[in-house]
T-cell receptor
Framework: GENVEQHPSTLSVQEGDSAVIKCTYS??????FPWYKQELGKRPQLIID?????GEKKDQRIAVTLNKTAKHFSLHITETQPEDSAVYFC?????????FGTGTSLTVIP | EAGVAQSPRYKIIEKRQSVAFWCNPI?????LYWYQQILGQGPKLLIQ????????DSQLPKDRFSAERLKGVDSTLKIQPAKLEDSAVYLC????????????FGPGTRLTVL
């Protein structure tokens, strides 16, 4: 099955700084690349996604970049705020199989 | 639009007992997923339904877990008998169609096996 890894596993940043989380995957057939945010005790919620025909997508303070050749995609959060503190999961898929990464715990220090 | 509904929200049982979880996806969503999320880990797909047919159950421990979606709408996941390592949050998610796209998750059922 798909091998999905996230780095780093934990990340602490000062409020206002940027955060970057990287996801590597093994299935070259993957064509949909979402990032989910999960706050403590809550359900995962999609925050941004990208499809394989696009290299970068931005939504206000959040962006995702994709490198299909190297099989990795990254989540970028700028001007971080305390409410960005959560666990972030990548979940690349080929449309038939679904594997979530191990998660990155982000803490934004006020 | 109503979201994905799950019940119960919490369940505590003893090992070797049986338990069932229920999920009602967003109206009109053809694809339904059951995930197991152990504390500190990412969700792990147990089974995926497209309407009332199974698309993928390769990671479902079939000796103790079963799931059905008889009418292509709501679904039940059963564990019989439960083991200590089944303690986890069981998440249900749905999408309008298969093939990738945003998954809408329910609130989950937190299972504790003693």
């Amino acid at each position: 099955g798909e091998n999905v890894e996230q780095h780093p596993s934990t990340l602490s940043v000062q409020e206002g700084d940027s955060a970057v989380i990287k996801c590597t995957y093994s299935d070259s057939a993957s064509n949909y690349f979402p990032w989910y945010k999960q706050e403590l005790g809550k359900r995962p919620q999609l925050i941004i996604d990208i499809r394989s025909n696009v290299g970068e997508k931005k939504d206000q303070r959040i962006a995702v970049t994709l490198n299909k050749t190297a099989k990795h995609f990254s989540l970028h959060i700028t001007e971080t705020q305390p409410e960005d503190s959560a666990v972030y999961f990548c979940a690349p898929t080929n449309g038939n199989q679904f594997y979530f990464g191990t998660g990155t715990s982000l803490t934004v220090i006020p | 639009e109503a979201g994905v509904a799950q019940s119960p929200r919490y369940k505590i049982i003893e090992k070797r007992q049986s338990v069932a979880f229920w999920c009602n996806p967003i109206s009109g969503h053809a694809t339904l997923y059951w995930y197991q999320q152990i504390l500190g880990q990412g969700p792990k797909l147990l089974i995926q339904f497209q309407n009332n047919g199974v698309v993928d159950d390769s990671q479902l421990p079939k000796d103790r877990f079963s799931a059905e979606r008889l009418k292509g709408v709501d679904s039940t996941l059963k564990i019989q008998p439960a083991k200590l390592e089944d303690s986890a949050v069981y998440l249900c998610a749905s999408t309008p169609v298969g093939g990738g796209g945003e998954q809408f998750f329910g609130p989950g059922t937190r299972l504790t096996v003693l």
